[in-house]
């Protein structure tokens, strides 16, 4: 197997998989004319979340965090940021990334023009920063340039059984061949934490990743809720699982069996190459975003159930963990797993299908959930709004 690809090198050494030309707002207000803006510059892609205001210090940091994260990403050529008022972030987050040589701008509503004027003023931005980002071309980027983010979302029985550890394989075999995965959803390794503690490079990153699990137990309990007892779901249990311990055994199965080398925080980016650990919920839409804001250029998702979740600007790759989803829904599905149950194929060879997915895909295949367009981008709150 080849282990390279076309991408998109950016002024800061980067590299990406897409080359998109997003919009996206600073605050929920601008929900609605961030999408407006959007449709009238087809091509452009509307990155929408209804965050921003009344936040606490900590909200307020992921978020700008998250959005940094996401229009400084790899995957975009250009982005426009809408602002609003004069304690608006955008135009701060602006400069930054323009000292990282991003193509980046921004708009702030305020009394001192009309939303025509802004929209615009933005709709010309727009225009002229797509056509620019027509005219990029691709150069050629070994694997080991890649991020990939490991996610799934809607598991079942067969969830740790085929699918999960296929993804497995396919970390340890990126992870061996110079590049990075990262495993997210820290509720969904309560009860196997000490497995991956043990497999850290040092006490140092163990320790730090036996106290994010037990931090985000104690934030639940401060609020009435206890995640053991709420876990397997209730979908969960439809599909098969039965307790928490057999979901989450399950789920770090995504991380292959390579060595844990750093835990990092939401929507922060890896500073060591190979299996890393992020922080996130277990909400699969925040959790995504969270792995793309940290510099997944493709996210790996698998599920039992068919969860169509996607992402504004990387590819998410659907693995589903059985025959039947593939025969239900085999419109959302990129890679079967369940033919480990009606095939004989192995873990391995479903790895390897795995890899090459994850290479036709960062040479510009299209996947299931950029084909219907599942953009959903939601970021982690951690407390209540003001």
Not at 176 to 188: F, H, K, P
């Amino acid at each position: 197997m080849l282990k390279t690809f076309e991408g998109y090198r950016r002024a800061n050494g980067s590299i990406g998989v897409r080359n998109h030309t997003i919009v996206i707002n600073t605050v929920g207000e601008l929900a609605g004319l961030t999408k407006k803006l959007a449709n009238l510059v087809p091509g452009v892609i509307p990155v929408v979340h209804q965050a921003g205001q009344s936040q606490y210090s900590e909200d307020s940091d992921q978020t700008i965090k998250t959005l940094t994260g996401t229009a400084g990403h790899p995957n975009v050529s250009a982005a426009l940021f809408l602002g609003m008022g004069t304690e608006d972030p955008a135009e701060g987050i602006v400069e930054t990334l323009k000292k990282d040589g991003h193509h980046v701008y921004s708009i702030i509503f305020d009394k001192k023009k009309s939303i025509a004027e802004c929209l615009e003023e933005g709709k010309v931005w727009l225009k002229n920063a797509l056509e620019l980002s027509k005219q990029q071309k691709t150069e050629k980027a070994d694997v080991s340039e890649l991020t990939i983010g490991l996610e799934c979302g809607g598991s079942d029985a067969w969830s740790g059984i085929t699918a999960n550890p296929s993804i497995g394989a396919f970390s340890d075999s990126i992870v061996a061949d110079g590049g990075t995965s990262v495993l997210a959803e820290t509720t969904e390794a309560v009860g196997a934490e000490h497995i991956l503690a043990n497999r850290a490079v040092n006490s140092e990153v163990g320790n730090r990743f036996l106290e994010i699990v037990k931090r985000y137990e104690q934030r639940a309990r401060a609020v009435g809720e206890d995640i053991k007892a709420a876990n397997p779901s209730p979908g969960n249990k439809t599909g098969g699982l039965t307790t928490l311990e057999e979901k989450s055994l399950g789920c770090i199965k995504k991380g292959g069996n390579s060595t844990l080398m750093e835990v990092i925080d939401y929507a922060h980016s890896p500073t060591e190459k190979g299996f890393i650990f992020m922080d996130t919920p277990g909400y699969d839409v925040e959790s995504v975003v969270g792995l793309v804001a940290g510099g997944a250029q493709i996210v790996l998702f698998s599920t039992g159930k068919g969860s169509p979740t996607g992402s504004p600007i990387a590819p998410v790759i659907k693995i589903g963990t059985n025959p039947k989803l593939y025969k239900n829904m085999p419109e959302h599905i990129d890679v079967n797993a369940g033919k480990i149950i009606d095939q004989n194929y192995t873990i391995d060879q479903i790895g390897e299908e795995i890899y090459s997915k994850v290479l036709q895909v960062a040479n510009g295949e299209i996947t299931a959930s950029e084909k219907f367009h599942n953009q959903e981008f939601s970021i982690w709150r951690l407390a209540e709004t003001q």
